[in-house]
Nanobody, 131 residues
Framework: QVQLAESGGGLVQAGGSLILSCAAS????????MGWFRQAPGKERELVAA????????HYAESVKGRFTISRDDAKNTLHLHMISLKPEDTAVYYC????????????????????????WGQGTQVTVSS
């Protein structure tokens, strides 16, 4: 059974930092896209960052560029999101996601932007940034 388990969320003051981690079990995703999404109350789920196999390509939402860094450790089957300079508008539930269809070595265009391209999801971890 494939599972994704997020950790590292919490309450932080504006300007602070957090590191989110996602541990995958049941299979490896070393040759697949993985990503972090978030959903704030009353808003749609949005892609925060995505990373391709071996970290060759990364993509960030405009709102987090320069502040968030996505990385993966395939030896440990984990995904990370390092967040600095956090803002109150970053408050949301953050989800880890992994795709089966977005796999090596094909060019998938911009499909990694869409939540429906991801097959496995974690339960989410709450990040709250106070002003």
């Amino acid at each position: 059974q494939v599972q994704l388990a997020e950790s590292g969320g919490g309450l932080v003051q504006a300007g602070g930092s957090l590191i989110l981690s996602c541990a995958a079990s049941g299979r490896t995703f070393s040759q697949n896209y993985m990503g972090w999404f978030r959903q704030a109350p009353g808003k749609e789920r949005e892609l925060v960052a995505a990373i391709s196999w071996a970290g060759e390509d990364t993509h960030y939402a405009e709102s987090v560029k320069g502040r968030f860094t996505i990385s993966r450790d395939d030896a440990k089957n984990t995904l990370h999101l390092h967040m600095i300079s956090l803002k109150p508008e970053d408050t949301a539930v953050y989800y880890c996601a992994a795709s089966l269809s977005l796999g090596y070595p094909y060019n998938h265009g911009t499909r990694f932007l869409r939540s429906e391209s991801y097959d496995y999801w974690g339960q989410g971890t709450q990040v709250t940034v106070s002003s």
